[in-house]
């Protein structure tokens, strides 16, 4: 953060998690649509990287956020 696209990584991410470890996925569905503003969303990701380069746990940002846009939009 702060991706230079707008995408609330962390916040996509924990929606991904919810999927995972509640196994709820209308719920996380429903969080995804009305709490992240339209910017803020997975879809806005333009996988240039950036957050991968400064990631201290070296996440696969830009595949997690192709599979919350395959999941919630």
Sequence with gaps: ????????????????????????????RFQYGVLL????KAGNCVECGECEEVCPQNIRIREMLKEVRGIFE
Aim: aromatic share 6%; charged share 20%; glycine share 4%.
């Design 1 to 28: 953060m702060p991706c230079p696209s707008g995408v609330n990584i962390p916040r996509n991410l924990s929606y991904l998690n919810d999927i995972f470890m509640l196994d709820d996925v209308e719920n996380a």
């Design 37 to 40: 503003l339209p910017e803020e």
